[in-house]
């Protein structure tokens, strides 16, 4: 046990199974499954995990078990089929090489999805479409319940099989079960609707059906919401007294208690999360489940560190802490923790951008800050460098940090040249945005590592090619990242009052209340340029070329950014682009109609158009030097995942 964290590092008896630790990585869809199994890429992803010392895995976030249940547009583990026994025993056995505790979500997702992929019907407790995926369902009948129950034995049955230690029944999200208790959702006239009784009858089918099945030897949860967040829906009170009665049952083995539902996009968002909720933003849901059932409850939602987690469970708001995140971030944090490395932890700092947002929208989990996450196939082991050599990376932002780590963890004499006095690049810009303060994280971490890694580091020190050479490197790699991206619009350049959104967080935005925010990037760079005027006292309205404003924010950081957003007072308009200015007129065209019109109101005009790459010095050592390597923004400007996975790869190569 940790003397720094007692109640982290202390066993756990659930059922007939003792966990070693109380972190738990919970079900989460990974977009790893292999025509339905769970095949090498899912095992080795949560193999580090297991390897890195989580006492319980949950793994397989809305496996299916039934093909009624959509699987395909998630990827989900198709657990409705007996040839995924194999797959599950090699799985658990390799979890259970490392002592950890490991069990799988099984669910049926009711309404929630679409029937565009499999042409399969969408079935829910009565025809009410989910707001977010917008399909109305068939009404699920008795025989379809019936042959749905029966399916959820069945899957629970080979996990067993599998040699698994337990199984969650998911009934949050807004899945089939949690439907059925929803009085916004279930307008049955049956024994199924009506009071919360009634509505609770489906779960309780489920349920018990899934104890027969596996027997009084395997482990049963069930995964809940705290509180959907949804007008008319499963609020606090209802939820507890849903958990009250659930836990009278006596079938269940443990609470996982989330908060928000997947039915409406701000309720989507906060199910998982990112930094713009405080840390442990959900403690307080976990802690009223706790106060009404008997059985051990999981503790949900941006728990990234351990303090944070020893404290919560010293508060008694949980009895496990869900560290899911934190340990795509860093699979070894356990380990880390245990033996008191706490400044090598990587902290998930809630960027989203790397994990959930992928995977709403069917792209695999990655991670921002942690290149390996879904290359553990090929990344999870670093090779020393057969050949040592001298390289030198320009650039102390993301991309020259991760390169200079993993060239000198591999042997490398590294030297980092940094114009300015500072690490972090162009992050030092994205963290002055409202909620964004964490942006930095990758370089906090990356920073702290070059150092105790003992790079040879020269900050204030502008790289040139003469410098470069006297070097006599043998590879050279080249991070010098990116300025705002001026397009040749007409006017814009000679535009006095026109100004970058990157200098609009460093605070050099033209005086003016009137502000046009344009919006090309699509990005956080225009929104988070407007909040942070609108939080000035200015009027600011956006406009974009595309269908809506911030179009690549993510499903999990668009809606609260909208809705401080909307709070503030902004105006926002799509399909509209900066067409020219011509003496202080600003012209503006839409994209669709071709028609065109003029502003004579913008006092302040901030255009957001991406970066431009500063590649000069790379373009200047070309041919001069043995190796050369352009890489992150200053080869084409991307996003900060783009820029650490590049750098990675790239050092692994050298």
């Known amino acids: 046990m940790s003397e720094q964290f007692p109640l982290l590092f202390s066993p756990l008896q659930l059922r007939n199974k003792t966990i070693k630790n109380r972190i738990a990585s919970t079900a989460h869809v990974t977009i790893f499954a292999e025509n339905g199994m769970p095949a090498d890429r899912e095992r080795r992803y949560y193999e580090e995990k297991a390897k890195g010392g989580a006492g319980l895995l949950i793994c397989f976030g809305s496996s299916s078990v039934h093909p009624t249940s959509p699987a395909l547009d998630w990827k989900v583990v198709e657990m409705f089929d007996d040839r995924v026994i194999p797959h599950l025993q090699k799985f658990s056995d390799t979890m259970h090489g490392y002592g950890a505790a490991v069990l799988a979500q099984i669910t049926h997702r009711g309404r929630r999805g679409h029937s565009n992929l499999s042409w399969q019907r969408l079935l829910g407790p009565s025809r009410v479409k989910e707001p977010n995926h917008r399909e109305v369902p068939g009404v699920v009948q008795r025989e379809d319940i019936d042959m749905i129950v029966k399916a959820f034995g069945q899957a629970a049955l080979r996990l067993k099989q599998g040699g698994f230690d337990g199984v969650e029944i998911s009934a949050a999200h807004c899945h089939l079960i949690d439907q059925f208790w929803g009085p916004h959702v279930n307008f049955r006239d049956d024994e199924f609707g009506g009071d919360l009784d009634n509505r609770m009858k489906f779960g309780f089918m489920v349920i018990e059906r899934v104890r027969e099945t596996v027997g009084d030897d395997f482990i049963v949860g069930i995964r809940i919401t705290g509180d959907d967040f949804v007008e008319g829906g499963l609020n606090n009170d209802i939820m507890c007294e849903i958990a009250q009665k659930l836990s009278e049952h006596g079938m269940l083995d443990y609470f996982n208690v989330i908060g928000g539902s997947g039915e409406t996009l701000p309720a989507e968002a906060a199910c998982v999360p990112s930094m713009n909720f405080p840390l442990a933003c959900f403690k307080h849901l976990s802690g009223r489940i706790r106060e009404v059932v008997k059985e051990p409850v999981i503790a949900v939602g941006r728990i990234n560190d351990p303090v944070v987690a020893e404290k919560l469970l010293a508060d008694g708001q949980g009895d496990i802490v869900a560290m899911t995140r934190a340990l795509i971030a860093d699979p070894y944090l356990p380990l880390k923790a245990k033996e008191g490395r706490l400044d090598d932890i990587r902290q998930c700092m809630g960027y989203n951008e790397g994990c959930i947002d992928r995977q709403y929208r069917g792209i695999p989990v990655g991670c921002v800050q942690n290149p390996v996450i879904g290359k553990e196939v090929d990344w999870a082991d670093l090779p020393p460098a057969t050949t040592t050599k001298k390289v030198v990376v320009i650039g102390a932002g993301p991309a ?11 042997g490398h004499q590294v030297v980092l040249f940094e114009k300015s006095d500072r690490f972090g690049g162009q992050l030092n810009i994205a963290k002055l945005a409202a909620k964004r303060g964490d942006y930095d ?4 971490w ?3 590592q070059v150092k105790k890694l003992g790079v040879d580091i020269r900050l204030n020190t502008e790289a040139t090619v003469d410098g470069i050479l006297a070097e006599n490197p043998d590879t050279v790699v080249v991070a010098t990242g990116a300025v705002p991206l001026l397009p040749p619009v007409p006017g814009l350049q000679e535009c006095e009052f026109a100004v970058s959104a990157w200098d609009v967080l460093l605070g050099k935005a033209p005086a003016g209340n009137r502000v046009l925010v344009l919006d090309d990037q699509g990005g956080q760079e225009s929104v988070g340029a407007a909040e942070f005027l609108l939080d000035e006292g200015r009027e600011v309205e956006i406009i974009t070329p595309h269908y809506s404003v911030g179009e690549d924010l993510g499903p999990t950081n668009k809606p609260p950014v909208y809705a401080r957003l909307y709070a503030k007072g902004v105006r926002m308009q ?12 600003v012209r503006l065209r839409n994209l669709h109609a071709g028609v065109e019109i003029e502003r004579d109101d913008v006092d302040v005009l901030v255009y957001s158009y991406g970066g431009q790459s500063v590649d000069g010095l790379a373009r200047e050592l070309s041919g001069k030097v043995k190796e050369l390597h352009n890489i992150g923004d200053s080869y084409a400007p ?17």
């Open 446 to 448: 990356l920073e702290l």
């Open 441 to 444: 994280g990758v370089a906090r």
């Open 400 to 410: 020259g940090l991760e390169a200079a780590r993993i060239l000198k963890t591999r």
């Open 638 to 654: 991307r996003s900060l995942h783009h820029s650490i996975i590049e750098a990675h790869k790239y050092a692994r190569e050298i």
């Open 574 to 585: 799509s399909t509209w682009e900066l067409a020219a200015i011509e003496s202080g007129i």
